[in-house]
């Protein structure tokens, strides 16, 4: 099984809403990602966890939270959110290489956000 | 911040032409990868370069890099209408502690008409 499952495809929230965006995977990865993408634009690396731990946080606001509560699953919870975060979010893994880089990442279909 | 530049933004080809699509960055790298995105979905990785490497090759694609001059480039030969989608290059980085951090160019645009 070759495939990041993303759940909602979907999701419209309003400003004061709090909800999750899930993340599956089942390839033994054990390294996770968040990238956010806004249209014609490329996707920018929000999170990455290694080990079910935070290992980059590229300085996203903290209505973003992300939270890897297995190897196979990672979340990411929103609250507060403003119309400006509307955006394709992206998750992916990949093996982990000892520290050294050069493994390719497998993507999910991505979650299309709507804040109204 | 982006890592590179891309060239073309967009580009129209017919069905059984060759497309290519240039990449230039910023920094030096370890290994520089290709990607594809068909619209507003997922990426799909194409295929990867190391830096001690020129010329790679995988099925209809042919990629190139030229770590003197920061850029690489990626062949499409024989383009189908399938191939139409969004091509991104991404250099990487290694995250401590494990896994790797992409930075992705601008893209190029395909459109393979029939």
């Known amino acids: 099984d070759t495939e990041v499952t993303q759940t909602p495809k979907h999701l419209v929230m309003g400003m004061t809403n709090k909800k999750s965006l899930k993340c599956e995977q089942h390839m033994g990865h054990r390294a996770m990602y968040w990238y956010k993408q806004k249209a014609k634009k490329p996707p920018e690396l929000m999170f990455v966890y290694s080990y079910e731990k935070l290992s980059i946080n590229e300085s996203v606001p903290s209505r973003f939270s992300p939270e890897c509560p297995n190897s196979s699953l990672l979340n990411l919870h929103l609250h507060a959110l403003q119309p400006e975060d509307s955006a394709l979010y992206l998750c992916?893994?990949?093996?982990?290489?000892?520290?050294?880089?050069?493994?390719?990442?497998?993507f999910g279909p991505g979650t299309r956000l709507t804040v109204t | 911040s982006q890592q590179g530049e891309e060239d073309p933004q967009a580009l129209s080809i017919q069905e059984g032409e060759n497309a290519t699509m240039n990449c230039s960055y910023k920094t030096s790298i370890n290994n520089l990868q290709w990607y594809r995105q068909n619209s507003g979905r997922g990426l799909v990785h194409l295929i990867l370069i190391r830096s001690n490497e020129r010329e790679k090759h995988s099925g209809r694609l042919r990629v190139t890099l030229d770590t003197s001059k920061k850029s690489s480039s990626l062949l499409i030969t024989a383009s189908r209408a399938a191939d139409t989608a969004s091509y991104f290059c991404?250099?990487?980085?290694?995250?401590?502690?494990?896994?790797?951090?992409?930075?992705f160019g601008t893209g190029t645009q395909l459109k393979v008409e029939l």
């Open positions: 991404a250099t990487d980085a290694a995250v401590t502690g494990g896994g790797n951090k992409l930075t």
């Open positions: 992916a893994s990949s093996w982990l290489a000892g520290g050294r880089s050069g493994n390719e990442q497998y």
